[in-house]
């Protein structure tokens, strides 16, 4: 199967649809507060009006407690929830919408077994819950297991098809397609997602 397109961190009614008019199968939105490409309730109902079941919502959140998932979850109509912060197996737990887990693999390191229906993995920065722009190894992702992963890091037009020809679930990209930190650049865009899914 074709792999999947997810465009996180997006924050403009215009962007969101201008990925799922490219071919995105999933737009990130993210509702951690410190990120630049933060977005407030009202933006994200406003998103998921514009989109309505064109793509699936994901929300993206960072340590957050479970009411503050669960308020956004409900009036965002999300489709799935990422947990890219500490969470533990009490937090994935009782959600009616599927869950990722964001793992930042470094070399050497091992993956931690989670209870998550899909893991997202990123490049490493030990001070950054994602959008670091750092690239995995390819090599570090042919030992793993990608039918249930989605691939993030560093990720690009350029180098999308490298990626996406190992067969992942889905790659994941948000500032390989911007012009400024939440603002997309909509060739980049449709670029990025022609060279991700002609690559099988």
């Given at each position: 199967m074709?792999?999947?397109v997810?465009?996180?961190?997006?924050?403009?009614v215009?962007?969101?649809?201008a990925?799922?008019?490219?071919g995105a199968d999933?737009i990130g939105l993210n509702?951690?507060?410190k990120?630049p490409?933060?977005v407030e309730l009202d933006?994200?109902?406003?998103?998921r009006a514009?989109?309505?079941?064109q793509?699936?919502?994901?929300g993206?959140?960072?340590?957050?407690?479970?009411a503050?998932?669960?308020?956004?979850?409900r009036?965002?109509?999300?489709?799935m929830?990422q947990?890219?912060?500490?969470e533990d197996?009490?937090?994935?737990?009782g959600?009616p919408v599927?869950?990722?887990i964001?793992?930042?693999?470094q070399?050497g390191g091992?993956v931690t077994?989670?209870r998550?229906?899909?893991v997202?993995?990123d490049?490493?920065?030990a001070?950054?819950?994602?959008g670091?722009?750092?690239?995995?190894?390819l090599?570090l992702?042919?030992?793993?297991?990608?039918s249930?992963?989605f691939?993030a890091?560093g990720?690009?037009?350029?180098?999308?098809?490298?990626v996406a020809a190992?067969?992942?679930y889905?790659?994941?990209c948000a500032?390989?397609?911007?012009?400024s930190?939440?603002?997309k650049?909509?060739?980049?865009?449709?670029?990025f997602?022609k060279?991700?899914?002609r690559?099988?």
């Amino acid at each position: 199967m074709t792999v999947r397109v997810k465009i996180c961190g997006i924050t403009r009614v215009e962007d969101a649809r201008a990925a799922v008019a490219a071919g995105a199968d999933l737009i990130g939105l993210n509702f951690y507060a410190k990120s630049p490409r933060y977005v407030e309730l009202d933006r994200a109902r406003e998103i998921r009006a514009a989109l309505g079941s064109q793509a699936a919502v994901v929300g993206v959140f960072v340590n957050s407690e479970r009411a503050y998932i669960d308020e956004r979850l409900r009036a965002a109509s999300l489709d799935m929830i990422q947990f890219s912060g500490d969470e533990d197996d009490a937090a994935l737990a009782g959600w009616p919408v599927p869950s990722i887990i964001a793992r930042r693999l470094q070399p050497g390191g091992s993956v931690t077994p989670h209870r998550a229906d899909y893991v997202l993995f990123d490049g490493f920065d030990a001070k950054l819950h994602g959008g670091t722009g750092v690239r995995i190894a390819l090599e570090l992702l042919r030992q793993l297991d990608l039918s249930h992963a989605f691939v993030a890091g560093g990720l690009n037009p350029d180098n999308v098809a490298e990626v996406a020809a190992l067969g992942p679930y889905a790659v994941d990209c948000a500032s390989g397609v911007e012009s400024s930190p939440g603002v997309k650049d909509h060739d980049k865009l449709r670029s990025f997602v022609k060279n991700a899914k002609r690559s099988r």
